[in-house]
């Protein structure tokens, strides 16, 4: 558990990130795909019926032991919640109502942030569009792990906690690397939630109010599903930067294991996804790609050769334009 990590630096590249490339050439051999480029009818109906599975949940817990109040929120209310952050990241690319309404888009987001317990939606959507345009952006891409997390987290123990600790991490990380003022929609984002936060503790108390919060902490830290959080972008493999995955677990999370068509086709909604991988399968079937989250986990932390560091990063040309 002490051995240290070999890794002492990302991956540096000075070439540009694979996506935008690959995604012009299967447009010109398959322009069929465009098709797919259209808000996905369904969405809204889904995030709606989570948003009011986690309201009876609530009202469910108040009356709870707590040591039954912690078995739920780990074994219930952990994957909504997480399943809920993916419906935000669905919704960012404007998935819901198109991009003809974008603000339909924004305030329903916060709608979706409201059983999360933690006011991020419109924050999101800032520094997530970064991360598509700008993959491993030295200085923009606030999903590249800071200097510390490489230095600190470099042995199997540091590293079985720094991934319990992700959602810290992936809060304070963006006010280090890429601070950007404060929008009007964060302060509407804010009062929403904490307006919400407020009413509940006052009609149920303090049982679901920790279901809650606590169930979005250990959703997204030592959890199953947080595995696409590495499964994604560690590079596993030398070379490769984006790696998707095709198990079960795409069921409750929008299909944002196809990561690698996702970043291809970011105006594609997650239920199409297999479509394009179908379309077009010549260009993701010999990919590297996963089959188990929880095995990612697994040996992201037992693997000697991986850590925070194992990152694909570059340097930026020409000019910035950030969201």
């Known amino acids: 558990m002490g051995n240290r990590v070999a890794r002492e630096d990302y991956e540096w ?13 299967i447009l010109a051999k398959y322009p069929e795909i465009k098709s797919l480029m259209v808000p996905d009818p369904r969405l809204k109906w889904i995030v709606c019926m989570m948003v009011v599975i986690q309201f ?3 009202y469910l817990v108040k009356d709870l032991d707590w040591k039954w109040v912690l078995f739920w929120t780990y074994a219930f209310g ?10 935000i990241h669905e919704i960012s690319h404007n998935t819901a109502f198109g991009n003809s309404k974008a603000m339909w888009n924004r305030y329903f987001a916060m709608f979706a942030n409201l059983p999360i317990g933690l006011p991020y939606s419109a924050s999101f959507k800032r520094y997530h569009l970064d991360h598509h345009r700008y993959l491993g952006g030295d200085g923009v891409d606030v999903d590249i792990p800071t200097e510390f997390e490489g230095w600190f987290f470099c042995t199997r123990f540091r590293k079985l906690i720094w991934i319990m600790l992700q959602p810290l991490f992936y809060a304070i990380r ?4 890429n601070p950007k003022p404060i929008t009007q929609l964060e302060v509407t984002n804010l009062a929403f939630q904490l307006t919400f936060d407020f009413l509940l503790f006052w009609l149920w108390g303090a049982k679901p109010v920790v279901y809650m919060l606590a169930g979005s902490m250990l959703g997204m830290g030592l959890h199953p599903i947080s595995g696409h959080f590495i499964a994604e972008h560690y590079m596993f493999l030398k070379g490769h930067e984006t790696y998707s995955y095709y198990g079960s677990l795409n069921l409750l999370t929008f299909n944002v294991g196809y990561h690698n068509e996702h970043h291809d086709f970011p105006s594609i909604p ?4 297999p479509m394009v991988k179908k379309i077009a399968a010549e260009y993701y079937d010999d990919l590297p790609q996963y089959t188990s989250w929880m095995k990612v986990l697994y040996d ?7 850590s925070p560091y194992s990152r694909v ?3 930026l040309k020409g000019d910035v334009k950030q969201e």
Do not use: W
Not at 78 to 87: D, E
Not at 174 to 177: D, K, Q
Not at 270 to 273: A, H, I, V, W
Not at 300 to 306: H, R
């Open 174 to 177: 963006p006010l280090y690397i």
């Open 56 to 58: 009876l949940a609530f």
């Open 313 to 315: 990063k570059r340097k």
């Open 270 to 273: 997650g239920r199409r996804l």
């Open 300 to 306: 992201f932390i037992m693997d000697d050769a991986l």
């Open 13 to 25: 590249v000075y070439t540009d990130q694979p996506h935008a490339d690959r995604r012009k050439e």
């Open 78 to 87: 952990s994957c909504i919640n997480h399943s809920m952050t993916l419906a």
